[in-house]
């Protein structure tokens, strides 16, 4: 089992920035990927940033060149520096963790509010 505990969110106005944090703890070893998808209201879950332990990288286009998503192995912990606000950003996000025998766990959602 993998815990995953999520931090930061809150209201931004838009151009703001924001920057959410998820600590994972449990049975973690070997290769894994961490990131972060968000659900906006009537929506479904969608990817936002992924970054494995190798430190590869993914975004969806929508984030590209405003957020970015990092880790520190040693804590197991993922962050997503977002910047440029904008109100379509607006969702519960939530942490992802994917390990080597491809079982997945999610956190408990944090809201972001990005006013207009």
């Known amino acids: 089992q993998v815990q995953l505990v999520e931090s930061g969110g809150g209201l931004v106005q838009a151009g703001g920035s924001l920057r959410l944090s998820c600590a994972a703890s449990?049975?973690?070893?070997?290769?894994?990927?961490m990131g972060w998808y968000r659900q906006a209201p009537g929506k479904q879950r969608e990817l936002v940033a992924t970054i494995t332990s190798e430190g590869t990288t993914n975004y969806a286009d929508s984030v590209k060149g405003r957020f970015t998503v990092s880790r520190v192995n040693a804590g197991n912990t993922v962050y997503l520096q977002m910047n440029s606000l904008k109100p379509e950003d607006t969702a519960v996000y939530y942490c992802?963790?994917?390990?080597?025998?491809?079982?997945?766990?999610w956190g408990q959602g944090t809201q972001v509010t990005v006013s207009s």
């Open positions: 992802n963790f994917l390990n080597s025998a491809l079982l997945i766990y």
């Open positions: 449990g049975s973690i070893f070997g290769r894994n990927r």
